[in-house]
């Protein structure tokens, strides 16, 4: 059992900038609820473990970019959720996931919130959150100090704790988005829920 993999929990890893990170999003939390595990959100730079391990974006593969923008669409509107391809496509979210790592600290009951509300201006509403004041501007609409963000995003620790939170979870084995480890059984992509659910009902020695 590796120590960022706590019994218990699940540890969710995403990129603000993957539409299967935005639809993942929208039900790992009930999915904890419902089994009773906690649920750690951990935004990643998916352009460095692409360049780390030789991958490449779907969006950057012609015939996987083209099913992925008719399968991202399709598989929101099963799951109820609005979906917009935002232009421009994909962006750096560093902006983002340095906010959400600094609520992390000080207002940890607004991080996940907050990256829930990130999602949803990109991918919902299709409005580009790569720029730090779009970000402030979630924030504020959530009654964070947009002041103190902007500040706590061009500091050093911030800068250095998303290298180190992308750095740890190439460790354990993360390639992609979204991303889950349940006390260190790996799960990839937006429909492997249902073999969560299998695990932690049944355990794995029961599927």
Request: hydrophobic share 40%; net charge negative; proline share 6%.
């Amino acid at each position: 059992m590796n120590a960022s993999d706590p019994v218990g929990t699940i540890e969710f890893y995403f990129d603000f900038s993957s539409p299967y990170g935005y639809l993942a999003a929208q039900k790992i939390d009930r999915i904890g609820d419902r089994y009773g595990r906690p649920v750690h959100w951990h935004p990643i730079m998916l352009g460095v473990i692409f360049k780390e391990t030789g991958n490449r974006a779907n969006d950057g593969i012609d015939l996987k970019g083209d099913y992925m923008r008719r399968d991202c669409p399709r598989l929101a509107a099963m799951m109820d959720v609005p979906f917009t391809w935002p232009e421009p496509f994909p962006v750096a979210t560093l902006a983002a996931a340095r906010a959400f790592y600094w609520l992390e600290d000080h207002d940890p009951d607004k991080a996940v919130p907050f990256a829930k509300a990130c999602f949803h201006h990109y991918f919902g509403l299709g409005n580009d959150i790569s720029d730090v004041q779009d970000v402030i501007y979630i924030a504020e609409e959530m009654g964070i100090d947009g002041g103190a963000l902007a500040e706590a995003v061009t500091r050093d620790d911030i800068k250095q704790r998303v290298k180190d939170k992308t750095a740890q979870a190439l460790d354990l084995g993360v390639f992609g988005s979204p991303y889950f480890l349940v006390e260190g059984e790996p799960f990839f992509g937006s429909d492997r829920f249902w073999q969560i659910e299998r695990y932690l009902g049944k355990g794995k020695d029961k599927t």
